[in-house]
């Protein structure tokens, strides 16, 4: 099984100490070999329906992407080669359908699965980085217009009597699976593919460590207390901008009860009920998501 979970396959060298040197970044623009990655209105330019793949320009032919951007970032170098995201929202739809030959603008979710997984984890991080530059065009304190610093990694207020500098933020959530012996509690939400269960998830608050978001959620969702919480991986989610933690825990009681009305319904499952891509009984969650890789990995820890 791959060591590390999906939108995590890191290949780029963020290089951050590059971000500031505006003579280096200046010759990346003249550089042929640089490649641009456009993204608009939160969705990335995917090319070939049937085996999806990343469309990344040369920058002789991302000269209007690059004068049309909102927000440019610098992702990363790869073999000597400058990665920059653009965000081309501003352009109507009739002027980015033809930026690239047999290719569209999707949500990554669609095909993200399936795409190569280091370019989907690319994909991903330029999706995230344009949704927080989307969100951040105004001070949180003071209300003025931000400008972008520091190749895209940093805004600044423009009201000198603020000056604040904001960073790209992610939002953390615990995700975890709860079990009891040889059964993993997993819930549904109504909106999830019919048959759907997954393991309960929720973000961490101010003030709270992950252990203790993970041992709130759980009894807030289903009204059971656990212990031994172990930590397990993360994963990068820009859906639109979560970092999952993922856990294991194991459960105290088995007596459930659900609290809030996030879940419609709640359930224990064993080993073998999951294993059989639970043969009519629950659908585990999308092969990209971190709540597969934490089910299918304790299905093989009998
Ligand atoms: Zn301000």
Redesign the pocket.
């Known amino acids: 099984m791959d060591s590390h979970n999906h939108y995590a396959d890191e290949i780029l060298d963020r290089a951050s100490h590059l971000r500031t040197d505006e003579t280096w970044l200046t010759a990346q623009f003249e550089d042929e070999h640089t490649l641009v990655i456009p993204v608009w209105r939160a969705r990335n330019l995917v090319a070939n329906q049937e085996q999806p793949q990343g469309v990344m320009l040369p920058t002789t032919r991302a000269r209007d992407l690059i004068d049309a951007a909102r927000a440019t970032v610098l992702l990363g170098i790869r073999n000597d080669v400058a990665h920059f995201a653009v965000d081309i929202s501003p352009l109507e739809e009739h002027d980015v359908c033809g930026i690239h030959d047999d290719s569209e603008f999707v949500d990554l979710r669609s095909v993200g699965p399936v795409m190569d997984r280091s370019e989907a984890s690319i994909l991903a991080y330029a999706k995230g980085i344009m949704y927080w530059h989307a969100r951040h065009e105004f ?6 217009p ?1 400008e972008i610093r520091e190749a895209g990694h940093l805004r600044k ?3 000198p ?4 500098l904001h960073f790209p933020r992610t939002d953390p959530a615990v995700i975890m699976l709860v079990a009891k012996d040889d059964r993993a509690l997993l819930g549904r939400k109504a909106e999830w593919m019919e048959g759907m269960y997954s393991t309960l998830a929720g973000f961490v608050e101010p003030g709270e460590s992950l252990e203790q978001a993970v041992a709130r959620e759980v009894m807030e969702e289903a009204g059971v207390k656990i212990t031994n919480i172990r930590y397990h991986s993360s994963q990068p989610w820009p859906f639109p901008s979560s970092l999952m933690l993922g856990f294991y825990a194991d459960a105290l009681n088995e007596d459930f009860h659900r609290n809030d009305d996030e879940l419609e319904d709640l359930q224990w499952f064993t080993r073998q009920e999951l294993a059989d891509g639970g043969a009519g009984i629950a659908k585990r969650p999308r092969s990209d998501s971190i709540a597969r890789r934490l089910i299918d990995e304790w299905i093989l820890q009998e």
Request: net charge negative; with cysteine; aromatic share 0%.
């Open positions: 001070c949180g304190s003071c209300g003025h931000t207020c423009t009201n009597e603020c000056g604040a």
